[in-house]
């Protein structure tokens, strides 16, 4: 952080984030993301923990909870029964409540990534000044041995976890699919929009593990 010069001047007042956070006992890993979210720049955001599968009192309950420490800005919940679709089945519930709730721009999380501090601030402030309503980022992941992907808006070269959409883009898109690629759906879907406008941020911002 020690060259970084503040963009958030460059964020409307206006902007605030909202993330699906799903998560299937991970509570190590769960604990350093939530940590990760906690030491952003940018910091109106709404985070929506989502479990797969109901979340007795566990260790790795415990350790998320730990973690938040009565942050108001993170809510956690469980479905009913485990569905083992990669979290997706409970994306579209999250999106839902983060536009509810009057989160301007939705984004998705695994509970095991990480992000580094900036991540919202330079996001935010890149799509901003580039007029774009869909912004996303570089990653190293884990998928290619945590070797770095140079990312591009096609099947296999983006992750649902490194970008951030407006919602005036997914307001009339649903998280509909379950299986493996349903990230990649979902952000071909938001690319038909009539409206659809994407700027890259050409930086490793994120980790996928």
């Known amino acids: 952080m020690r060259y970084w010069e503040s963009k958030i001047s460059q964020i409307p007042d206006s902007d605030k984030i909202g993330i699906a956070l799903v998560t299937y006992k991970q509570g ?28 007795t009192c566990d260790n790795h309950r415990d350790k998320c ?4 420490d009565d942050d108001p800005r993170f809510s956690i919940s469980c479905t009913e029964k485990r569905a083992n679709k990669f979290g997706h089945n409970m994306r579209k519930i999250a999106i839902k409540a983060a536009l509810e ?14 992000y580094v501090p900036v991540y919202f601030e330079w ?27 140079d990312t591009s808006i096609k099947r ?7 970008f951030l959409a ?28 009539p409206n659809f406008a994407a700027a890259k941020l050409n930086r490793f911002l994120f980790t996928h593990n």
């Not at 709730?101 to 990480?114: L, R």
């Not at 296999?156 to 490194?162: F, K, L, P, T």
Request: glycine share 6%; proline share 1%.
């Open 166 to 193: 407006k919602s005036d883009v997914c307001k009339n898109v649903e998280w509909s699919d379950t299986d493996f690629a349903a990230d990649w759906h979902y952000i071909e879907n938001l690319k038909r929009q």
């Open 101 to 114: 709730d009057g989160c301007n721009w939705i984004g998705t999380m695994n509970g095991d990534c990480w």
């Open 156 to 162: 296999g070269s983006i992750d649902g976890g490194c």
């Open 28 to 55: 190590d890993c769960l604990a350093s993301l939530i940590h990760a979210i906690k030491s952003q720049t940018f910091k109106n955001f709404k985070i929506y923990v989502m479990h797969d599968g109901p979340w």
């Open 65 to 68: 909870i730990k973690a938040i």
């Open 123 to 149: 996001m935010l402030s890149h799509a901003n000044s580039e007029k774009a309503n869909f912004v996303y980022c570089n990653i190293i992941h884990s998928h290619k041995l945590w070797k770095v992907m």
